[in-house]
């Protein structure tokens, strides 16, 4: 199979199970199981973040989205799901409403898009050598990119003072 | 391995994302739609960046999806304890006071 690649059978690999796992995680009736395959779809990213040579953010997917969002995920079902005192049941079933208004828009927005992408003339030249990205990184966020990094750090103050006021317990 | 291929797999996850944040009246499942909508986004933005000479500006872009979405994520999970308390559950649809 000289017309097939490794490169390419890893990508098709790597990006349908990102996809079947998105598939879980929208039709999904168990909470629990939608939490789980947002971790499947966050791997697969990061696995597509390594093949597209981006190792700083692949990095930064998984400690953060994985280790820090999918965790704030699991403590908030933990936390918010009703436990029946009478018989310890857990109310953890993903009502859904009907959904044929949102498989049509869905599919509008799909066609739209899929097809502005496959009607677009892509200006692309490819990559040389791997070159370690993250001093290239560092250097852009503290010359070009410095006040959206100092925006960011304050907006993360902000969240965590915000955050402590709207969760915490009333004092009478 | 062409950029379209990558974008296709963006808008795939972006449009599932869009779905699960339609059809869900759990305000867990929402955010977890809205987590798969910027979890594409800064897909594309990598991947543009990628086929761009390394182009490091996509990178940069990227992480600050994921810091804002971290961010984001707090501040809803924060607002959900409180619906929490308040309602004593979190199904949107059980969450209108508005009079009729």
Same mark, same amino acid.
């Given at each position: ?10 990508? *098709?690999?790597?990006?349908? *199970? ?11 009736? +168990? ?5 789980? @395959? *947002? ?11 390594? &093949? &597209? ?13 994985? /280790?820090?969002? *999918? ?20 109310? &953890?079933? +993903? ?14 927005? /799909?066609?739209?898009?899929?097809? @502005? ?21 560092? +250097? ?21 003072? /915000? ?10 | ?37 910027? !979890?594409?986004?800064?897909? !594309? ?9 390394? !182009? ?31 309602? !004593? ?12």
């Amino acid at each position: 199979m000289n017309f097939l690649e490794i490169k390419t059978v890893i990508f *098709l690999a790597i990006s349908l *199970l990102t996809v079947f796992f998105g598939c879980v995680v929208a039709f999904s009736k +168990n909470l629990v199981r939608s939490a789980f @395959a *947002l971790l499947g779809v966050f791997a697969g990213v990061f696995g597509l973040y390594v &093949l &597209l040579s981006a190792d700083f953010v692949a990095i930064i997917q998984l400690v953060i989205y994985i /280790g820090g969002i *999918l965790v704030l995920i699991l403590f908030a079902i933990m936390l918010t799901s009703k436990i029946e005192a009478s018989s310890g049941k857990k109310f &953890l079933v +993903n009502k859904a409403v009907e959904p044929l208004p949102a498989i049509v828009g869905t599919l509008i927005v /799909g066609a739209l898009i899929v097809g @502005a992408i496959l009607r677009t003339r892509w200006q692309t030249f490819g990559a040389e050598r791997f070159a370690a990205t993250t001093s290239a990184i560092g +250097n852009k966020l503290l010359r070009e990119y410095l006040l959206p990094f100092e925006l960011v750090s304050l907006i993360l103050v902000l969240v965590l003072v /915000g955050a402590i006021v709207l969760a915490r317990r009333e004092v009478k | 391995m062409q950029v379209e291929f990558f974008i296709i797999v963006g808008a795939a996850l972006f449009l599932l994302g869009l779905y699960t944040c339609l059809t869900r009246t759990n305000a867990i499942a929402i955010l977890m739609g809205i987590e798969l909508i910027l !979890n594409s986004a800064a897909l !594309n933005f990598v991947a543009f960046s990628h086929f761009r000479q390394n !182009n490091i500006s996509g990178h940069i872009m990227a992480l600050f999806i994921i810091v804002l979405a971290a961010a984001e994520a707090v501040v809803a999970f924060a607002i959900l304890l409180a619906i929490y308390k308040r309602f !004593n559950g979190i199904d949107t649809q059980k969450t209108v006071t508005l009079k009729e």
